[in-house]
């Protein structure tokens, strides 16, 4: 079946740190793929989105590259800020207006 | 982006009663709402699917008695836990959906249930 599988958190990083969250996925097709984050006390938010092998969403320095060879689409940041503190969400959706399959999460903090 | 509250953001109750948690789009019309439940430090599972006034499409192993949920109208969907159990104590979220964004759901914050 689908499912999506992310790095085991939580990843601690001091602020202007490089970040990198891993994110593999299972589907047959080609699935959309999301970065959720989830600040604390909030919703989640839609990060970033790609919908076609080789895409590439990008939103708030953060970036995800669609690889259809790999099954991956890894969260990065240049340079992370202690507002980045949250829980990142890596999901995909089979079909379009399909349901959301969401990996377990990734709780990042920041210190400065 | 759009606007999604859920009420009560917090609630305990005893064992054996029934808790209503509501949601709202608050700038949109969510012409499909979605519930789902988080456990500690696990994904989103996601429990149902509701489009405005129809019955509500339950994942494989949610039962559907247990968790009755209403879309009446395109602003509010309310997820009822009947006869809650501890098993049940849970963080329960849920994101709507407007027909023009097929592909973009807007979340809730959360409520967190507690069944003592």
């Known amino acids: 079946g689908n499912s999506v599988t992310q790095m085991e958190g939580p990843v601690t990083l001091s602020e202007e740190a490089f970040l990198t969250i891993n994110c593999t996925y299972t589907?047959?097709?080609?699935?959309?793929l999301f970065w959720y984050v989830q600040y604390p006390g909030e919703g989640l938010q839609l990060l970033l989105k790609?919908?076609?092998?080789?895409d590439k969403g990008s939103n708030k320095g953060f970036e995800a590259t669609y690889r259809k060879e790999t099954t991956s689409f890894h969260l990065e940041k240049g340079s992370v800020q202690v507002s980045d503190s949250a829980v990142y969400f890596c999901?995909?959706?089979?079909?379009?207006?399909?349901?959301?399959?969401f990996g377990q999460g990734t709780e990042l903090s920041v210190k400065p | 982006g759009a606007v999604v509250s859920q009420h009560p953001s917090r609630v305990i109750c005893k064992s054996g009663t029934s808790v209503k948690i509501e949601c709202r789009s608050l700038?949109?019309?969510?012409?499909?709402m979605f519930w789902y439940r988080q456990f500690p430090k696990k994904s989103l599972m996601l429990m149902a699917t509701s489009n405005e006034g129809s019955k509500a499409t339950y994942e494989q192993g949610v039962e559907k008695d247990k968790f009755l949920i209403n879309h009446a109208s395109l602003t509010l969907s309310t997820l009822t836990v009947t006869s809650a159990h501890p098993e049940d104590s849970s963080f329960y979220i849920c994101?709507?959906?407007?027909?023009?964004?097929?592909?973009?759901?807007?979340f809730g914050p959360g409520t967190r249930l507690t069944v003592l």
């Open positions: 994101s709507g959906r407007e027909l023009s964004s097929y592909n973009e759901q807007f």
């Open positions: 589907a047959t097709g080609y699935p959309s």
């Open positions: 999901a995909l959706m089979k079909n379009q207006g399909g349901k959301l399959i």
């Open positions: 700038d949109f019309q969510a012409t499909t």
């Open positions: 790609a919908t076609k092998a080789d």
